[in-house]
């Protein structure tokens, strides 16, 4: 089982749809979650930090955390077509203690279709 | 407006030639990553620093790779003699110290595309 496992996709939605991103995690200690976006050529651009269970909003987006379940989501609401890309889930996990370092999931692929 | 820079953006190089990688990570963020990208593995973590020593470079092909910080504002990633699994997209990250229960928040500098042939 990967550390950090996500659904590689494509996920199409229509655009002004919710898109939904899933994230789950397999080291239960876990305490920081990250997701990134990457446009294609381009690098990881981080968007949304949660450390506390139930939801963070920012805009459009929505972080979503449940320890119990392990996982996290990102919800875009109004989703638009300028945010195609790879939505990247990274976890601090227990083990790496407080080193900053973070374990990557594989990335979503998302479309929105105008 | 602070950000992580690398040079050079990209590098095509023949096989057997070294290949050198500079980062200058955000001032005053005092970790620094080194990531490989490829469509195959996705994002792999090689290397990392704090306060210019280094912490785990389990990531890294030891044979060939080495990393370093001759300064606070310097990281390098140097690949000697390079090959063309090599590669790959290479990113360095820094990250400033937590606050509270949080955890570094890693910021991604553009990447150094290269190209073995």
């Known amino acids: 089982q990967k550390e950090v496992e996500q659904n590689s996709g494509p996920l199409s939605v229509p655009e002004g749809a919710i898109a939904s991103l899933n994230c789950t995690y397999s080291?239960?200690?876990?305490?920081?979650f990250f997701w990134y976006r990457q446009y294609s050529g381009k690098s990881p651009e981080l968007i949304m930090s949660?450390?506390?269970?139930g939801d963070k909003e920012d805009g459009r987006f929505t972080a979503q955390l449940n320890k119990a379940s392990q996982y996290v989501s990102l919800l875009i609401r109004d989703s638009q077509p300028s945010d195609s890309a790879t939505y990247l889930c990274?976890?601090?996990?227990?083990?790496?203690?407080?080193?900053?370092?973070?374990?990557f999931g594989q990335g979503t692929t998302l479309q929105v279709k105008p | 407006d602070a950000r992580v820079t690398q040079t050079p953006r990209h590098k095509v190089t023949e096989m057997g030639q070294e290949v050198t990688m500079r980062c200058q990570p955000i001032?005053?963020?005092?970790?620094v990553f080194w990531y490989r990208q490829t469509m195959m593995q996705g994002l792999e973590l090689l290397a990392y620093?704090?306060?210019?020593?280094?912490?785990?470079d389990s990531g890294m092909p030891k044979d060939r790779f080495s990393a370093e910080m001759p300064d606070a504002t310097l990281a390098t990633l140097k690949i000697q003699p390079s090959e063309p699994r090599d590669s790959a997209v290479y990113f360095c990250?820094?990250?400033?110290?937590?606050?509270?229960?949080?955890?570094?928040?890693?910021?991604f500098g553009p990447g150094t595309r290269l190209t073995v042939t």
């Open positions: 990250a820094s990250g400033s110290p937590p606050s509270g229960p949080s955890s570094y928040e890693q910021y």
């Open positions: 080291d239960r200690g876990s305490q920081s």
């Open positions: 949660i450390y506390s269970n």
């Open positions: 990274a976890v601090n996990t227990l083990g790496s203690g407080n080193t900053g370092k973070l374990i």
């Open positions: 001032l005053g963020h005092n970790t």
């Open positions: 620093f704090r306060n210019r020593a280094p912490l785990d």
